[in-house]
């Protein structure tokens, strides 16, 4: 069985100048993992759209400038689930949590709003509901879901960050590129 041809965006020696940490550039296929579960960027996380977990709905994968993307070709309930571990993050540091989307010209069925939400092993969680049916087309927008604060004896344990809908309505046309989760 032959294997799949693995693409990365043609300037990823662009994005990773500005890694925090080492990546193994000896192969393709090893760039790839590194930048589907996540890189450092300059005290920013990025988990991007392949690299995220999706229930409901019918999702198509491509790239939008280098950077490949998930959009929603229908559905009605869905869910979208992120995972990071949180030790990897800086104690005494504060963070923001944020999905960035883009809505197509073509998106229906967003006249209720979304859950976005993230929740630390803490316990603690912050949620926003945004309203995705006045949002500019074709423009990425970043929603901040909330921040926490990294305490000084540190953190581990995974935080969840999730989009959802509940709605019955049938939907399409919402693109996501990643979520960031970024020191301030």
Known sequence: MASAQVAIPHNFHAILKDADSKIDTSSTEKVFKQLQSGVFLKNKQQIFAR??????????????????????????R??????????????????????IIKMKNYAQGWENPVTMEFDLPTGETKKITPDLSVQTPEVWVKHTIGDFTVPAKGMSGVMKIFLSSSDDKNKKGIVIREIDITAK
């Open 51 to 76: 690299g995220l977990i999706y229930e409901g709905g019918q999702w198509v994968w491509y790239f939008d400038s280098g950077v490949e993307v998930a959009e929603l070709l229908t559905g009605t």
């Open 78 to 99: 869905f869910k979208v689930t992120g995972y990071f571990e949180t030790s990897l993050l800086s104690r005494g540091k504060k963070y923001d949590v944020s999905f």
